[in-house]
């Protein structure tokens, strides 16, 4: 079994800034993509940054360049430094991993996601 814990959401005003972090734990072989998804009220979860083992990163459009997702792959941690902070980042975001358990076994876990709240 694999968990995914996370920390560092919060409140904060417009234009400043929060660090999510992600561990993962558990029965790893080795981890594949990593990423940060964000569900906010009324809408449906979307895909905000990922990251896959060689390091390669994608964002949406609506983050790039205020955000950044980093990963250790030693530590099997993943980690979102978000900048520039907008109301319309307000969300509970969720990180995502697929791991393989083994070689041949590969699933897809979550996090229990964290609340990011801006305040303008």
């Known amino acids: 079994q694999v968990r995914m814990v996370e920390s560092g959401g919060g409140l904060v005003q417009a234009g400043g800034s929060l660090r999510l972090s992600c561990a993962a734990s558990g029965s790893i072989f080795s981890i594949n993509r990593m990423a940060w998804y964000r569900q906010a009220p009324g809408k449906q979860r979307e895909l905000v940054a990922g990251i896959t083992s060689d390091g390669s990163t994608n964002y949406v459009d609506v983050v790039r360049g205020r955000f950044t997702i980093s990963r250790d792959n030693v530590k099997n941690t993943v980690t979102l430094q978000m900048n520039s902070l907008k109301s319309e980042d307000t969300a509970v975001y969720y990180c995502?991993?697929?791991?393989?358990?083994?070689?041949?076994?590969?699933?897809?876990?979550w996090g229990q996601g964290t609340q990011v709240t801006v305040s303008s």
């Open positions: 995502n991993a697929g791991v393989t358990v083994r070689p041949g076994y590969w699933n897809d876990y």
